[in-house]
């Protein structure tokens, strides 16, 4: 462990300059790196500038810096970052990934450790929302809010969540989860936007309920969200795994049975369908509710556009339609998101595996079809609206909850701006963005099980026709629920035009974030780029 000698008390260690540069240069680089919400991991860091002066005297007695470190790239963009520091004696059953430092003061040494792994912070985190204070912070506040829904608890217990996260995430007494953000915006976040909204202004329910947030609020300047509190969702896992689990029960029947490629019709890509008309073997091979929870999953997406649509009023929600600010907000994101894909393609050829290769290269060679592609959208023959939409949507994103499902994490998509992520889409954007999820979770149970023993070829096959009923089944629903509740989606070409379009924009979008976090899993996202291509 790193440690640093202080000429300054910790009351007054940034105005220490010997302990600002060596805690900068040698001990947060190493920590940041080491997180896993830290995003810029691969990015070239010019400098990381921490932000020292928002004290909060959480108690009578202790005190944390609400440390915001600006994380400088070469590109010049500059991310923001929350990791609340504290000192202590001790590190007693504290994890090591808690500790940043070990710190030498003029009359005594402990550590410099992250706040969130302190339990009198975590409490007292808590107190203030439930009785919604508002310290002086820096130039501004903190702001504790407390939704409608929040109890007092007799005692607080806490622990963080271990779960896959770019955030990190509180548990008190295993009935709120407060999510503390780790990247920052200079505006509130959509999430806690969202959930609130939905929560606590819209008949939907199938999200969780709001329990309280952290702002941080300035005369003059934006806000910057800091935490959001839910109730916690009583449930058996995600969505994910329990599609991967049907998925290879799936696999493991066609086996059984000996069903050939000519058993399995192709059902005509993205045609709404009935269950009940969807070919019977399709019925046959997949576990039993499977369809059941397919027209679930898609009435409980529609009711979730619907309550967003809902709005009248609120100009944050109310709905918009189709123009050319719009367009020329799409096609530029869209143009310099597909040349951003192609250059991390050429940049990371040598490392993609072999398939991964020869699709890389297709995809390469496809470049102007592609781009042609993208620009191929025109507001003018678009009649439906745009509302705020999830906008990272996909089968992590839903709990399994008791025959339901519930749909979390609104922040939008991880790569885009504060602003873009607040834009409003057509809700089949969304729709979209599960397709994808569908086709990804098909193709991954395929990769992950070779021992289900049959040509990986023949099973992807199986697999693309099986997501042609899941879409079907899923469009069915959507749309019909859609239609009867006057969700302005349009007509149906306009619905084919949409899905198309956003399931090709998700694969390119996909392809970085593969390439970025697990380069392994690129081949998911070009086998879907090259599927789209050929059908056309
Ligand atoms: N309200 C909740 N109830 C139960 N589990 C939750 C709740 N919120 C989050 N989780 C769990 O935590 C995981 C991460 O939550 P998420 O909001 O996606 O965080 P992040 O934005 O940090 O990735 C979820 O996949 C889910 O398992
Ligand atoms: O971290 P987030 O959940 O906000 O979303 C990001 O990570 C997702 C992966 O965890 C990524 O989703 C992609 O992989 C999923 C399978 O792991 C798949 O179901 C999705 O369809 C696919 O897009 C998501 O794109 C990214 O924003």
Redesign the pocket.
Known sequence: MKWIHSLKPWAEIWQCERFTTEFTQSVLVAYLTECRWFGSKNAAVKRLVPRGDLRWNFSDSRFSYLMMIDVVHYTAHTDTYFLPIVFRADIDELPQKSVLCGLELPETKGYIIDALYDTDFREAVFLHILKEKDPPIGNGHLRFEKGKKLNAPEAIESHLLNAEQ?NTTIVYNELYYLKIYRKLFRDTNPDLEITRYLSEESFFVNSPVYAGSITWKREGYFDVSLGLMQQKVENQGDA?NYFLQKNLQTFLTVKELGIGLNDLPKVPLYKSEKPEDIPQIFHQITPPGFFGDIALLARRTVELHIALFREKTNRNFSPSQFNQDYQVWLLNRLLYQLDNRLNLLEMNFDRLPEQGKVWAAEVMRNAEHIRNRILNFDYHSLNSMRIRIHG?Y????VLVSGGDFVIL?F?G??ESTIRDRKVKQPPIKDVA?MF??FH??LF?TVFNHPEIGLPQEFLFEVAGRLYRAIASVFLHFYTWQAFENNLDIGYRPEVDFLLRYHIFE?AI??LG?ELN?RPEWVVIPLKGIMQILNND
């Open positions: 770019s994910w990272d996909h089968l992590g994103q994490d922040e998509e991880p963005g994808r999820s990804y979770s991954a998700k979008y996909e974030y976090s």
